[in-house]
């Protein structure tokens, strides 16, 4: 090969290479701008949509703290109503939760409570408990004295409630007012009930009374809460009206329910399958897993006369006769003896006047006033209890779960 050859292949070469060199360069330079053009910055999605980065770049962007955000500014579908974990879920006496269900993410909002030591009964869901903040410090701003009674309710506080229900007030009354544990909305962590100081913390009709539930129902709203179980609706709720028990279902949600004056069986369009009133007796409690001899009164057996007994009696009536033989002989002997027999100085004893006809009818009243303990008609929360300063105070009912507690006065704050 000639000199002048060899230096044009050369020079092919060198202008080989560099054209291969600038296509590198040009196709890497596209391919970085192509992928840089499908690249989106944090503030362009949207919540809840599905990121493609593999390597979980924005994952707070879409992580289970901002689907609760996304949940809580949208009004829920159907499906949510019965998704156990959802802020929108339906609990009644129809649909309970999973068997074995407790939140998550339980904790005990910063508000006063009528017990200053711990209690499952002080905690609610993350989301229930900072909302319950805003609406008592709101409440605490209009001069209202809201107080925190009974929020979180495992299924075995639940279960220790409803069968001491039937025992004290009977299958019909608890039925009305108490869930069958499984069947509580307090066991979701969603649900508080509150009352007043002015009404010894009760939960019961004397609460609709006051400034703090009136208030109570005109604001609750406005802070994701809802009066689950309202007035002249407990043939669609299946319990009575009970205006401290509250339910958190987030601010967008519980608007569109206070504005159209809906339950969440209304807002849901859920029919009842069973009659709410017929729905369990003594014969089916063990299909909603009641031991009956959690709730059967046993009366204390009899014990029948044996003959050493008999004649123990005997011989204590003959006794009570001889000695009453004896105090009737010397009360003969004092009244024949002679007038102003005595001790210097005494004076004879009067008898006491006949009372007078207003005196009586008094004497009359009081024993009508009287009232023994637990005659009168109560209502207090499905699942609530009730309170007193210094005393046990019995609760009225709701879902119901009147829990009868002896608890420290006062309320203290966490």
């Known amino acids: 090969m000639t000199r002048k050859k060899k230096r044009r292949l050369k020079k092919v070469a060198m202008i080989g290479m560099s054209v291969i060199t600038l296509c590198g360069i040009s196709y890497i330079s596209i391919a970085a701008l192509s992928e840089a053009s499908e690249t989106t910055f944090s503030y362009e999605h949207y919540f809840g949509e599905e990121s493609s980065d593999k390597d979980g770049e ?72 900072n909302a319950l903040e805003e609406l008592f410090l709101a409440a605490k701003e209009e001069d209202l004295n809201l107080i925190a009674i009974s929020g979180y309710r495992s299924y075995q506080r639940q279960y220790d409630i409803f069968t001491a229900n039937i025992r004290k007030k009977g299958l019909e009354h608890t039925m009305q007012f108490s869930a069958k544990p499984g069947y509580s909305e307090h066991q ?33 709203h406005l802070y994701g809460y809802i009066i689950r179980y309202q007035e002249d609706k407990s043939e669609i709720t299946g319990y009575a009206y009970e205006p401290w028990h509250i339910r958190y279902v987030g601010k967008t949600f519980a608007d569109y ?68 033989e004896s105090e009737a002989e010397e009360d003969r002997k004092e009244d024949t003896s002679p007038k102003g027999e005595g001790t210097k100085g005494d004076k004879p004893q009067a008898e006491d006047p006949a009372p007078t006809e207003g005196e009586e009818k008094e004497d009359v009243a009081d024993d009508v006033n009287e009232v023994p303990e637990d005659t009168t008609e109560e209502t207090a929360d499905p699942e609530d209890e009730t309170t007193g300063e210094s005393e046990q105070q019995t609760p009225s009912g709701s879902d119901l779960d009147d829990e009868t507690t002896e608890e420290t006065t006062g309320a203290g704050s966490m």
């Open 58 to 129: 924005y994952d707070g962007i879409n992580g289970e703290e901002d689907l609760n955000m996304n949940e809580e500014d949208s009004l829920p579908d159907k499906d949510d109503m019965l998704k156990s974990d959802s802020i929108a879920v339906l609990v009644n006496k129809e649909l309970p939760l999973p068997e074995g269900y407790v939140p998550k993410d339980l904790t005990v909002p910063d508000v006063e409570f009528q017990i200053s030591y711990f209690d499952e009964k002080k905690q609610l869901r993350a989301m229930a408990a």
């Open 188 to 220: 979701t962590g969603l649900s508080i009930d509150v009352s007043t100081k002015a009404i010894k913390y009760r939960l019961d009709a004397s609460f609709a009374t006051t400034p703090e539930s009136k208030w109570l129902a005109e604001n609750a």
């Open 257 to 324: 329910l206070y504005r159209n004056n809906l339950t969440l069986e209304e807002y849901y369009e859920f029919e009842p399958s069973i009659d709410y009133a017929n729905e369990i007796t003594y014969d089916n409690l063990v299909d909603f897993g009641i031991d009956l001899e959690d709730v059967i009164v046993t009366p204390e057996p009899v014990t029948e006369p044996t003959e050493e007994t008999e004649a123990v009696t005997e011989e204590s009536e003959a006794e009570t006769e001889a000695t009453g």
